[in-house]
């Protein structure tokens, strides 16, 4: 089984609609989770964390967190086609003794296309 | 800003050479990574440094070396580039913080495409 888990799509969504993305990890130590978007070409950059159980709001992102199924989402309302990217789930865990280093393993992303 | 700063856009070297990727970074951060990227595979982390002349192998370090001799610099070393060694490579840094780097995130470069022949 994969560290972490993401349906590598591609995911297409009519512009205006809501975008789900989903994620699940393996190690109930982790501790943080991340999304990262990467435009085609370019490096990923982060758009939203989340580390607490509920959901965790940013503009038109909201990001999902359930550890106890070990699952973590992300949902873009009001898609638009500049949203159209690979988004990356990461996982952060503690190495023994709970120093970490900011180590983070990455799922394999998601292709999203928004469509007009 | 924070600013990565990789080399080479593109690199294309001959299989046995051996290869040298650079990567800087301007914000005093503790940690740098360097990360490759597959089709498929996602972004694997290969090695990363959380200090000067401090190392520790990530998920697939066959094949390869790092140096971190200054703060602000990360190289990545193939000692012998093969074919499957052709990828992307990013190079990334994040401030450390005790414990965990929850609010600490990634900051990548620019990416490094290298092509193995």
């Known amino acids: 089984q994969k560290e972490v888990e993401q349906n590598s799509g591609p995911l297409s969504v009519p512009e205006g609609a809501i975008a789900s993305l989903n994620c699940t990890y393996s190690?109930?130590?982790?501790?943080?989770f991340f999304w990262y978007r990467q435009y085609s070409g370019k490096s990923p950059e982060l758009i939203m964390f989340?580390?607490?159980?509920g959901d965790k709001e940013d503009g038109r992102f909201t990001a999902q967190l359930n550890k106890a199924s070990q699952y973590v989402s992300l949902l873009i309302r009001d898609s638009q086609p500049s949203d159209s990217a690979t988004y990356l789930c990461?996982?952060?865990?503690?190495?023994?003794?709970?120093?970490?280093?900011?180590?983070?393993?990455f799922g394999q992303g998601t292709i999203l296309t928004v469509h007009p | 800003d924070v600013k990565v700063t990789q080399s080479s856009r593109y690199l294309v070297k001959r299989t046995g050479e051996k290869v040298f990727l650079e990567c800087v970074q301007d914000?005093?951060?503790?940690?740098m990574f360097w990360y490759r990227q597959d089709p498929g595979l996602g972004l694997r982390l290969i090695y990363f440094?959380?200090?000067?002349?401090?190392?520790e192998k990530g998920d697939i370090p066959e094949g390869y070396s790092v140096s971190r001799e200054k703060k602000e610099r990360f190289s990545l070393i193939l000692e012998s580039a093969s074919t499957n060694q052709t990828s992307m490579y990013l190079c990334?840094?994040?401030?450390?913080?005790?414990?965990?780097?929850?609010?600490?995130?990634?900051?990548f470069g620019n990416g490094t495409r290298l092509t193995v022949t």
């Open positions: 990334a840094s994040s401030l450390a913080l005790y414990q965990s780097s929850y609010n600490s995130p990634l900051h």
């Open positions: 990461a996982v952060l865990k503690p190495n023994a003794g709970g120093t970490s280093y900011g180590k983070l393993t």
């Open positions: 989340i580390y607490s159980n």
């Open positions: 440094s959380y200090d000067v002349k401090m190392k």
């Open positions: 914000m005093d951060h503790e940690n």
């Open positions: 190690d109930r130590g982790s501790q943080s």
